[in-house]
């Protein structure tokens, strides 16, 4: 959400990219039994596709991202609890669980755990996140890609004057933000 509110959009679609990803990553991880960091990517990239979907809607039909972001949220709750049905227990309304189905999809703790009392959720997560973090920074305030999506956010017709690409910086700028929604649900594994 962060990213794109200080790009100049309000990514109000954060929480049905959230869904997405951690959907996709629990499929990949149960039905294809793939390991973690393919997870993670494929999180990342169905969180990336639904924010690209709402900036192409406020790019080229002027829609408001904050309408598309809502609706895209439920149409996205609904898909996610339909792909994962293929992958629930027979006798309940639950997933299979990774530790018994997939241990390779469980993101691994790298020796984190006993920095923090052996605590079994203190993973690889927080690195990443740490990594990711810097990256986005470093994008927004050092490189003339931030420089552009942030004039674009400030106003669009301003940044078109200037010769940027408004449309494909308000679809990169949600892209990117679904993401990093997307990532976020992964590193829950």
């Not at 927004?140 to 078109?160: F, H, I, M, P």
């Amino acid at each position: 959400i962060l990213f794109a509110y200080k790009v100049g959009l309000f990514n109000i679609g954060a929480s049905g990219q959230y869904a997405v990803g951690a959907g996709l990553a629990l499929y990949l991880a149960i039905a294809y039994q793939m390991p973690w960091y393919i997870c993670m990517i494929a999180a990342m990239i169905g969180g990336g596709i639904l924010g690209g979907i709402a900036g192409i809607l406020k790019a080229y039909l002027n829609v408001n991202e904050v309408i598309a972001g809502i609706m895209l949220n439920w149409i996205s709750l609904y898909l996610v609890n339909a792909l994962l049905t293929n992958v629930k227990e027979t006798a309940s309304p639950y997933t299979f669980t990774l530790s018994s189905t997939n241990p390779d999809a469980i993101l691994p703790s790298l020796g984190l755990g006993a920095l923090f009392a052996d605590n079994q959720y203190v993973t690889i997560a927080i690195p990443l996140v740490i990594l990711v973090s810097v990256a986005v920074w470093i994008l927004l305030e050092k490189t003339k890609l931030g420089y552009e999506l942030r004039a674009t956010g400030c106003n669009k017709y301003a940044a078109q004057y200037c010769g940027m690409k408004e449309k494909r910086n308000i679809i990169l700028t949600m892209a990117i933000a679904g993401g990093l929604a997307g990532m976020g649900a992964a590193t829950l594994f």
